[in-house]
Each structure stands twice: as C-alpha cells, then as structure tokens.
C-alpha cells in the first residue's frame, strides 16, 4: 500500500514540473492548499502520534518534541546550506540572470552545477518522503493516510522547483526533466525500502516527530509564503484553511 501511495507523490511532482515548464497563474491555490495540508498533517496527526507512540522523556522533556524541534531546525539548516539558490522562479526567465525571490538580491554568475547540486538535494528529501510514507503505514492506514495525502500535496511544490532549480542556472531542459524525474522516483524508492525493514514502535514515533518538525518548516517557511507573495488574494487564504479543515474531517472520520 505504501508503494502504491508513493506513485501518487511521484504522479504529483510529475504535476509540479509540467506547471513549472507551462507557469499558470493558479500555482498559488495549489500552493496555498498543500500549506494547509502539511500543517493539518503536523498538527493533528504527526505531532499527536509521535507523543504517544515515542514515549519516553529526555530531561523532562517528550522525545518526540525534541525530535520534532529537531526536525524543524535540520530543515532550516538545510535551507540556509541552499541559501544561493532562488526560490520557486519563474522557469520562463530562465534565459535571465536568476534573482532571489522575496527581495534577497542578486545571484548573478552562478555555474549550473549549482542547480544541479540543489536539484540533487530535492531528490534526496523526496526519497525520505517515502520512507515517511513507509514508516507511517507501519503505525497504521490511517496514519499512513494522513502523511500521504501532506506528502503528494507538497511534492507538487517539490517537482515545481526541482525543475526550475535545474533550468535557472542554464541547465538543458532534457538534464532538467531528468532531475525531475528522479525527484518523482524517489518517493517510489524511499516507500519500497520499508517493506524490508519493520521500524520498532519508539523509534518509529520518534521519526514522525522528526519529519513533522521538518514539514512544519516547509509549510511555514517556504510553501505559504511563496503562495501568499506574488498572489496575496482571500481565495489563497481560503485554500490554506480548507486544507486544515479537510485533514480534521479526514482524520476524524479515520479514529
């Protein structure tokens, strides 16, 4: 079932790229609907499951917490290693100097081995989607659900970038549609490598703590504030919060 699920988020970040080589003017629903999805996911699933299944206390503190804190700053981290690289750009000035959005300033002179290292490191967090996907069908359907449906919606931001991140830096499109077929792949490979290896339950907890903390990160400081900067409209607003409400109805309706 986890593999299956996986070949959803490779489906989507198919979605992502073809949206980035053909830009519509949409992008910021779809944006601001898989923000809500990831933070329902976080708030009303991970978190919940990983303080109960994790356990145990670290110098009175909940390890899942911990973990989970953990996983917010390893993404933040991550993000700032990256920090060169523009965020979610038009593909269609590819042919231009790259410039960093949000106002961060010029990244002019940047070598396509840049795009390509940082489309690399979207293939390897696609590959760990999969193993959450994994890990959480591991808890149960439900769970596994609920991290499913976060993780298809924020692969479309994930095939979105990977290609635009190849093609910014003067990449070829066919070295682009490679890395972005090997981000889709990923979460395939990364859901096929749990069916050999059953997590125990602390750990297992402890790692839904840290990838929530992680999505938490994604959601908050990179997929919202995309969907809100160039569009800041009331319907992506609604679509934020109609992501929320349909992972609370979903996940009632599965306890």
């Known amino acids: 079932m986890a593999v299956l699920v996986a070949l959803g988020a490779f489906l989507m970040t198919l979605a992502g790229g073809w949206t980035a080589h053909r830009v519509t003017d949409r992008r910021h629903l779809v944006l601001g609907l898989a923000g809500g999805l990831m933070l ?5 699933e991970l978190l919940p499951e990983s303080l109960e299944t994790a356990g145990t206390e670290v110098h009175g503190v909940p390890a899942a917490l ?3 804190v953990a996983g917010f700053l390893l993404a933040h981290l991550v993000e700032h290693l990256l920090a060169h690289r523009p965020r979610a750009l038009d593909p269609a000035r590819a042919g231009e100097a790259p410039t960093a959005a949000h106002g961060a300033g010029e990244t002019d002179g940047r070598t396509p081995e840049v795009g390509l290292t940082a489309a690399a490191a979207m ?10 996907i994994g890990a959480a069908f591991q808890v149960g359907g439900g769970m596994g659900a609920a ?8 692969d479309f931001a994930d095939g979105f970038n990977t290609y635009t991140l ?7 499109h066919r070295r682009a549609l490679a890395m972005l077929l090997a981000a889709a792949a990923a979460p395939v490979a990364g859901a096929a490598s749990t069916l050999f290896v059953t997590v125990p339950e602390p750990l297992l907890g402890g790692y839904l703590g840290l990838f929530g903390g992680a999505l938490l990160y994604l959601a908050a400081a990179e997929i919202l504030p995309e969907a809100h900067h160039a569009h800041p409209a009331r319907s992506t607003l609604l679509c934020t919060v109609a992501g929320v409400l349909f992972i609370w109805l979903v996940g009632g309706a599965a306890h």
């Open 40 to 44: 329902g996911v976080v708030g009303l």
């Open 147 to 154: 991290v499913a449906v976060a993780v298809i919606a924020h």
């Open 166 to 172: 190849t093609r910014v830096y003067g990449n070829a």
């Open 123 to 132: 293939v390897g967090h696609s590959a760990m989607d999969g193993v959450a």
């Open 66 to 68: 911990l973990l989970f």
